[in-house]
């Protein structure tokens, strides 16, 4: 429940929780949500989620009335008590970190399209030799086309070069790329698949710093197009926020793949592409994947 001014006679048990439980100020549940403060307070911070973090309220004293600014002697006494002088007592709110952290693990979901892959590993390495000369050979046209200025040479080898690794496919790989490959230009095609919470819990997790908001991943001049096309080639997870009574909220974020699939130090060509995830947790679960790629995935991953 909320503690009010009146309550603040407990003044032991109001600085036991500052000091050692209560860590979260309304000001840091903005920065963790990429929010503004009205949001935060008119659409997250409710009566229940109050209850819930066991909220306490510090009378800032902004009342001509007030008989003492208590954020003030609460920073005061906090500073000399943990030898800190750069704490700050701003928010006359603070919430027990533990249980917010805890309120917002089951307040939320998680899905994604896709997951990046390596296409070293659908490669026949047996021809590592024969595709190098290829894309020595796409190289030196390019570089004709570009001492000539011809545009659309340029385009040409550009494209040829980004395609290249397509021909020289193993059987398996071949396979798995017709099937499972995705371009960023029909996403739709692509489907949604919910997953499991990629951590068993955000204690230690910094959500101000892994959890991407889509208006903090676009530079100026950048388009929402660009931006979810490089969602969608990187198989970022997307995060749903819900309020209290289990309905979604305006308000996603996107986080980086936890355990990426990394490019293996033999590889001729560090090329990434996305895979639709429902395809590959069918691969993954059917054993149908090479044995190079298997090896190489985390557990994490399936």
Request: charged share 25%; aromatic share 10%.
């Amino acid at each position: 429940m909320k503690k009010t001014a009146q309550q603040l006679t407990e003044w032991s048990d109001i600085m036991h929780a500052l000091e050692f439980t209560h860590h979260t100020s309304i000001r840091n549940i903005c920065q963790d949500l990429k929010a503004s403060r009205s949001w935060v307070t008119n659409s997250f911070v409710t009566q229940e989620f109050c209850n819930y973090c066991d909220a306490i309220v510090l009378n800032g004293g902004n009342g001509t009335t007030a008989k003492k600014d208590w954020c003030q002697v609460a920073e005061f006494v906090l500073r000399e008590k943990t030898n800190n002088a750069n704490l700050v007592i701003r928010d006359k709110i603070w919430f027990d970190t533990a249980k917010y952290k805890k309120w917002l693990s089951e307040h939320v979901s998680y899905s994604r399209q896709t997951i990046s892959i390596p296409v070293s590993f659908l490669m026949d390495r047996t021809r590592d030799a024969e595709f190098c000369k290829a894309r020595n050979e796409c190289y030196d046209e390019l570089s004709m086309e570009k001492s000539r200025r011809d545009v659309d040479g340029i385009l040409s080898c550009t494209q040829k070069l980004r395609t290249l690794y397509t021909e020289f496919l193993s059987p398996t790989g071949k396979d798995i790329f017709e099937k499972g490959f995705c371009s960023t230009l029909t996403r739709t095609e692509a489907p949604v698949v919910d997953i499991e919470a990629p951590w068993s819990s955000l204690e230690g997790i910094d959500v101000a710093k892994c959890w991407h908001a889509p208006h903090d991943m676009v530079e100026y001049g950048d388009t929402d197009t660009r931006l979810y096309r490089e969602i969608f080639a990187k198989g970022m997870i997307k995060i749903q926020l819900y309020n209290g009574n289990g309905n979604p909220v305006k308000k996603v974020f996107y986080i980086d793949d936890p355990t990426p699939i990394a490019v293996p130090n033999d590889a001729i060509i560090a090329q990434r592409i996305p895979i639709k995830y429902q395809f590959w947790i069918e691969l993954v679960k059917t054993g149908k994947l090479p044995a190079q790629l298997q090896e190489a995935i985390n557990p994490d991953n399936i």
